[in-house]
């Protein structure tokens, strides 16, 4: 820049308080999602989207990751992209629900240009003006408060696991300020969605999750978006394992409900793929032979997306269902070859069922191809390796070195809580197959060192339960000491 460095540091200083990407202390997440995923196709970028809103927060995130890069090329591009996107959102949006979107554009621009090193007079005029006329946040109501909590956690959102906590966090402030948005409660509930089929895809769907999802279709005027995220969430509310009458009739009564939801939704022909995909994995999840309704969404997904991961993962389900295994592995091979975690475990399981794969030597890739993925995906893969060891091969003493690195990372992690599946081996949870079962063969089998250190991991599982029995046992006798 021309600036003197006297002026420099001034523009820093005002720069450090504003708000939006560079401020919000993203980049060792942004750094181990590219390291994972890749950079999206624009295509990708356009369908991870439910509203302008979270483009263009998606736009400001492709600047921010090409200035750290250098790349000022896609930085440019980007930061045009995005205010293109404002201008349109400044003919619709509220106008304090705009003013926080203004103030995270603004930002984001102003480094920009800070960054850029040879800006011309016009550039430099145009950094000094934004910087002087930019909305303190201090001067914002609860319901700007609100927007700009929204915008960071889309942003963070889209960091997908390495962002899921802090786009929560951030979501629950939003609602906080603004209680009367309805983007703001989809967000939060589709992150705590995400959060939750982290620790399983099975997991039961907690009631902040349904209320959430519930309030965002119903203020949003049944937006469609909302609505398939909604009737996803209804379907994956009877993932329980439950033998009592009630429960089936009031899980097909649930399923035929959502059924006829979907299909009023696919009549209408939608053109957003990411619509189309969760309206096809409703149907392939049906009880009923929706298998055609299915691959009418496909198609049209493979239309507009044709190297889509996911459509190539339920294209594989879709060819599993209709007992077409070589076409079934095929589609899921590929959607594993571009990173998805859960159809490379399906993959696997499918592979071993037919006969054509091996586990075991994929499995140990897999934990090199995903290491610097979270924690509880990390988890995951140690407690398959340790059950295909333990299960498949017969092999007790590396089952349990694989069960003991699973423990080490978090022995108070979900992952070990809920009911598990894979490979014909089933369990109602992994601590209870390690405390009734593979412990006391360890002991027959004089493996006493590793039992004792498992014993130990356990333990602290064993104690923190006591701990927070205690803990609500104390509130409800102060409780009852105040009445």
């Known amino acids: 820049m021309a600036s003197s460095e006297a002026e420099k540091i001034n523009i820093k200083t005002k720069l450090e308080k504003l708000h939006c990407p560079f401020t919000w202390e993203i980049l060792n997440s942004v750094i181990k999602h590219s390291t994972l995923k890749g950079e999206m196709h624009d295509e990708d970028v356009e369908n991870e989207t439910s509203c302008a809103l979270e483009l263009l927060m998606q736009c400001l995130l492709k600047t921010y990751k090409g200035v750290i890069s250098a790349d000022k090329k896609n930085a440019r591009k980007s930061i045009e992209k995005a205010e293109e996107l404002l201008i349109q959102m400044q003919e619709h949006e509220r106008h304090q629900t705009i003013r926080a979107v203004e103030h995270v554009f603004y930002a984001t621009k102003s480094f920009f240009l800070y960054d850029v090193e040879e800006l011309d007079v016009l550039e430099e005029m145009v950094l000094e003006e934004i910087l002087n006329n930019i909305v303190d946040i201090e001067d914002f109501n609860n319901e700007e408060l609100g927007a700009l909590y929204g915008c960071q956690s889309v942003v963070w959102s889209f960091l997908n696991d390495f962002g899921m906590n802090k786009a929560i966090d951030t979501a629950k402030k939003a609602v906080e300020k603004n209680q009367d948005c309805a983007l703001w409660h989809f967000i939060l509930a589709k992150n705590l969605r995400r959060q939750r ?271 927070e029995d205690f803990k609500s046992l104390s509130v409800d006798v102060k409780k009852d000491d105040v009445t």
């Open 197 to 467: 089929r982290s620790i399983h895809v099975q997991a039961y769907v907690t009631e902040t999750e349904k209320n959430h999802f519930e309030l965002a279709y119903a203020m949003s005027n049944e937006n469609s978006v909302f609505g398939i995220y909604l009737l996803q969430m209804r379907m994956e509310s009877f993932y329980k394992h439950s033998r009592d009458r009630d429960y089936w009739m009031k899980k097909a009564a649930n399923e035929k409900q959502v059924l006829q939801t979907a299909k009023k939704i696919l009549d209408t022909k939608p053109k957003n793929y990411k619509i189309l995909l969760k309206l096809a994995l409703i149907f392939l999840r049906s009880n009923e032979d929706e298998r055609m309704a299915a691959k009418e969404c496909l198609d049209a997904v493979r239309q507009m997306a044709p190297n889509n991961s996911t459509c190539m993962h339920y294209t594989a389900m879709f060819y599993q269902q209709c007992g077409d295994f070589r076409e079934a592995l095929k589609y899921y091979k590929k959607a594993a070859d571009s990173n998805n975690f859960v159809a490379e475990m399906a993959y696997i399981e499918y592979g071993w069922e037919t006969g054509e794969l091996e586990p075991l030597p994929h499995l140990l890739r897999m934990l090199k191809k995903y290491e610097q993925s979270v924690k509880q995906r990390q988890i995951s893969m140690l407690i398959s390796v340790a059950i295909t060891y333990y299960f498949i091969q017969n092999d007790i003493s590396n089952a349990a070195e694989y069960f003991l690195k699973a423990l080490t990372l978090d022995p108070l992690s979900n992952k070990f809580r809920v009911y598990y599946r894979y490979l014909g081996f089933n369990a109602p949870n992994i601590l209870d197959f390690l405390n009734n079962k593979f412990c006391p063969l360890l002991e027959r089998k004089n493996c006493q060192e590793v039992c004792l250190k498992i014993k130990r991991l356990l333990n602290v599982e064993a104690v923190t339960d006591l701990t």
